[in-house]
């Protein structure tokens, strides 16, 4: 079976300090990978999304980078944190050409201080 | 491009009550529909889901959606809630056939009084 593994679960950072939150798939090849930002009493904002390797597509130009080193490797990246980017973080998978429901990982509760 | 709307942020509601959660879409082109639920500091489950035949479906513990064409609505409904059913609920639109990512609604918290 297919599972979503996504990590730091809680993270504090100070302002100005680099970021790196990992989310690795296992059980399935070549999936669409997404990094949502929930932030307090609104909704998921897509921030990335990737449809391979190396192909990262920007949903909102902000402080934050995606990468896809490997397959079922999706890495969200800050060069320098800034408070607005504390919120909650979910990394999510569907599978291209199933048109299936998207399975999301525990999130990631970052506060930038 | 597709949109949602959950009209509605927070509803309470008394448990043993009937509740709808409302949520609306905008597409040119045909849709798969879901609900999505979500637990305080955990991601999001899926509820249910609507890809083509019965407009009305049902999930496991106790919750159905109706897709309504004409209205472009896919609201969420129960007879009667839980406490274990407060949390938050998620609509989101896919476009069926080409598109690869889920367009959400805003969400509407659910809170179940006793």
């Known amino acids: 079976s297919q599972t979503i593994h996504q990590w730091p679960a809680t993270l504090v950072q100070p302002v100005g300090s680099p970021l790196s939150l990992e989310c690795t798939v296992e059980?399935?090849?070549?999936?669409?990978l997404y990094w949502y930002r929930q932030a307090a009493g609104r909704g998921l904002q897509l921030l990335f999304y990737?449809?391979?390797?190396?192909?990262i597509s920007s949903e909102v130009p902000q402080n934050l980078s995606a990468s896809r080193p490997q397959d079922r490797q999706f890495i969200l990246s800050s060069k320098k944190l800034l408070l607005s980017d504390s919120g909650f973080y979910l990394c999510a998978w569907t599978h291209d050409g199933v048109n299936t429901e998207a399975f999301f990982g525990q999130g990631t509760r970052l506060t930038v201080v | 491009a597709q949109s949602v709307t959950q009209l509605d942020s927070q509803v309470p509601v008394f448990e043993e009550a009937p509740v709808e959660l409302r949520c609306n879409y905008s597409s040119s082109v045909s849709v798969y529909l879901f609900w999505y639920v979500q637990y305080p500091n955990q991601g999001l489950q899926l509820l249910l889901k609507?890809?083509?035949?019965?407009?009305l479906v049902e999930s496991i513990n106790g919750f159905e959606a109706e897709f309504n064409k004409s209205q472009t609505s896919f609201h969420l409904r129960k007879p009667s809630v839980h406490i274990s059913d407060t949390a938050e609920y998620f609509c989101a639109v896919k476009a069926a056939g080409s598109a690869r990512q889920l367009t959400f609604g805003s969400g509407t918290q659910l809170t179940v009084l006793p």
């Open positions: 059980g399935t090849s070549n999936p669409n």
């Open positions: 990737s449809v391979g390797i190396g192909q």
């Open positions: 609507y890809l083509s035949g019965s407009t």
